[in-house]
């Protein structure tokens, strides 16, 4: 109820920016009135001057300075200083609101004193009080007032007026008792009462309803420029962090780069990575990820205070900053960064690049800084890698690779090799590993190393892997219709196959376009692909060996869920990573690690495959402990398909006679 009264009374609590709106409301009324009256008083003062000067004036000048000029002349000066006033307040000087205020009042108070005092004068002529009434409708209805004060300006003028007028016998009055030989009595007319009380009443009327629609507009302007405000912070905020985001970032940056006072040679982009975040996010949910980045994002900006931060994405920052004692910041963040680290280990990485002169594009300054960073990832005793030659060639080569993997299938650039795998009980080829190999016009003979990380970087790989099946079909083909020996071939995909394409129905419509039997085609999916994303592979898993196809689990042992890995999936042949055999003659444990791998893939019903054999020993010692199949450099390196036929035609090698 209380705030219900005070609504309609005007006196609810105002927001800054409604009362701001209030004011420039008035002021922008406040120019037509004041415009109005000092046209009038200038159009009174010319007016009353030619009126002395009449012949037939008996009054003294004396009397219109009195009755007249003294009003005229204040009013003026009063509406010229509210005009000046008011202009100035639109032109955008918005300085000194309580002064605006204040000339407000008081043009308002000599407004009306000048209406009570003319009309008073017009009254006791039997002339009408319009004076009085014009200027109550200026100032209450042109003016913006709460209730209440619109009620006590109203109420206390009227009856200021009222009670100058009662006293004065009006002279048309006076005429008609001497005509009618009555003595004329002073007071106010049942008639004159009923129309000012009507008109007081309605003037309230209106000004209440004057100041609700006001603040209705002020109250929706407000919001509207709140959400307008909120919309802006968004554009150029992040949602999570409340730091910049990259849409401001970009912006600012090209302005920096653009400026001729920017100092070039000593700005640097930074990029951040939390190493390990992942972990840290599955380990302790969402929530607590959300915290860190925060938490992490405030220590950005004060470690780099008066500098550009913004969040990339994910756990990702970039700075522009000058390069003079960056490294030492960095250093001084990763350190703040490890100290909120709980069980799981983190490590702040930063990659920096400068831009040399005449680089305008801060993406392709991002994208250096991103790649220093990626390269010390793993890296513990390394924070901080500067851009420079060394990663600049590998970056252009990075860059060739995306941008040239269609071409390189579509010339023929992208070759098979083989790598045979043999039979531990007679040496001979019982089966064939397809490696892809890039020979490039411009970068040479490119090693799977060089191009099958960054195409998985980039959502790509499915090509590569589709261009090799082909290839390994072809070469069926034709080894088929020619009548040379050909031993079932394993392709490798990557767990990017599976989400970029159908790729088991695309080995299934090779196979059949080529009439490849589907038992010379095996595949492998390395254990680490497995690990990532378990629903979705099982069930490709499951649908590779229903349709006839042998499934390898690759590198079997370099990761850390091997054996879960074998309780969930069915696999045809266990391929143990070559690790196992690298310290073979030095560590004592990796026999004994072997032999147990061999003895459980035999109680799986699978069948075992050892890489990385590269000495008689070792060969040896597997055929002893039971496993079946080998493969490494002791037979032969990886090879096009035409020289693995030249050493089998030479007695080098041997081929099954199944193949």
């Known amino acids: ?70 009003y005229y002349f204040i009013l003026l000066a009063a509406g010229t200083l509210m005009l000046v006033f008011a202009v100035r307040f639109l032109r955008g000087k918005k300085d000194h609101p309580a002064l605006g205020r204040s000339i407000q009042w008081v043009f308002s108070f000599i407004c009306l004193y000048f209406g009570i005092m003319v009309s008073v004068n017009d009254y006791a002529k039997g002339e009408q009080i319009l004076t009085f009434l014009t200027m109550e409708l200026f100032v209450i209805c042109l003016l913006t007032w709460r209730p209440i004060v619109a009620f006590l300006i109203l109420t206390v003028s009227y009856g200021i007026y009222v009670w100058r007028i009662s006293g004065i016998v009006p002279v048309n009055v006076r005429l008609r008792a001497i005509e009618g030989g009555t003595e004329a009595a ?17 003037t309230l ?25 909120r919309l802006s912070e968004i554009s150029v905020k992040d949602e999570l962090t409340g730091i910049h985001n990259m849409f401001h970032f970009r912006s600012e940056a090209e302005k920096l780069l653009g400026y001729v006072t920017t100092d070039k040679g000593n700005i640097a ?14 380990k302790y949910g969402f929530h607590e990820g959300n915290d860190l980045l925060m938490r992490v994002a405030q220590m950005m900006e004060r470690e780099f205070e008066g500098s550009l931060v913004s969040r990339y994405s994910d756990d990702h ?75 600049e060639d590998d970056f252009h080569r990075k860059q060739y690779i995306v941008n040239n993997i269609d071409n390189a299938i579509e010339n023929g650039y992208i070759k098979v090799f083989y790598q045979p795998v043999v039979s531990t009980q007679d040496g001979c080829i019982c089966g064939l590993e397809a490696l892809a190999r890039w020979l490039d016009p411009a970068y040479g003979l490119l090693p799977p190393g060089a191009f099958i990380g960054i195409l998985e970087e980039y959502r790509q790989i499915h090509k590569l892997d589709q261009c090799i099946i082909r290839q ?93 890995v074998l309780k969930d999936y069915q696999f045809d042949v266990l391929k143990i990573d070559m690790k196992f055999l690298s310290d073979f003659g030095s560590n004592e444990k990796a026999q004994p690690i072997l032999e147990n791998i061999v003895s459980l893939t035999r109680q799986l019903n699978m069948v075992s495959l050892t890489e990385g054999v590269e000495t008689q020993e070792q060969f040896a010692f597997l055929r002893d402990i039971g496993c079946e199949r080998a493969q490494g450099y002791l037979f032969s390196k990886p090879v096009p398909i035409e020289q693995l036929r030249e050493r089998i035609r030479t007695g080098e090698l041997h081929m099954a006679k199944a193949s």
């Open 472 to 564: 390994v079909c072809r070469d069926y083909r034709r080894a088929a219709d020619q009548g040379l020996p050909f031993a079932p071939v394993s392709l490798n995909f990557s767990r990017l196959d599976f989400e970029l394409c159908d790729i088991v129905d695309y080995v299934q419509t090779q196979a059949q376009a080529y009439g490849v039997p589907r038992d010379f085609l095996d595949i492998e999916i390395t254990e680490s692909a497995l690990t990532e994303q378990h629903d979705y592979l099982q069930n490709a898993v499951r649908k590779l060996r229903d349709s006839g196809y042998r499934v390898w689990l690759d590198d079997f042992g370099s990761g850390y869920s091997s054996l879960n």
């Open 205 to 229: 009327m209106f000004s209440i309803s004057n100041y609700n629609k006001t603040l209705s507009q002020a109250r929706k302007d407000e919001d509207l420029e709140g959400m307008n405000a």
């Open 1 to 70: 109820m209380k705030e219900r009264i005070a609504h309609w009374l005007g006196l609810e609590q105002k927001s800054p920016y409604v009362r701001n709106y209030f004011y420039a409301t008035n002021m922008r009324a406040s120019i037509y009135m004041a415009l109005v009256v000092v046209v009038l008083e200038v159009w009174m003062i010319v007016r009353t001057t030619v009126t002395y000067f009449k012949p037939t004036n008996t009054y003294p000048l004396q009397y219109y300075l009195r009755n007249y000029y003294l």
């Open 317 to 391: 920052f970039v700075v522009l900053t000058r390069y003079a004692a960056c490294e030492e910041h960095v250093r001084h963040l990763s350190h703040a960064v490890k100290t909120l680290q709980r069980e799981v280990h983190l490590e702040l990485k930063c990659g920096a690049y400068r831009p040399a002169d005449g680089e305008s594009d801060p993406s392709l300054a991002l994208d250096r800084a991103r790649f220093a960073c990626n390269c010390i990832k793993k890296h513990y005793d390394c924070a901080f890698r500067l851009y420079d030659k060394a990663l």
């Open 269 to 282: 982009f930074l990029f951040f990575d939390i190493e390990n975040f992942k972990s840290y996010n599955e």
């Open 186 to 202: 002073a007071g106010l007319t049942v008639a004159t009462k009923i129309n000012l009380f009507t008109m007081w009443l309605s």
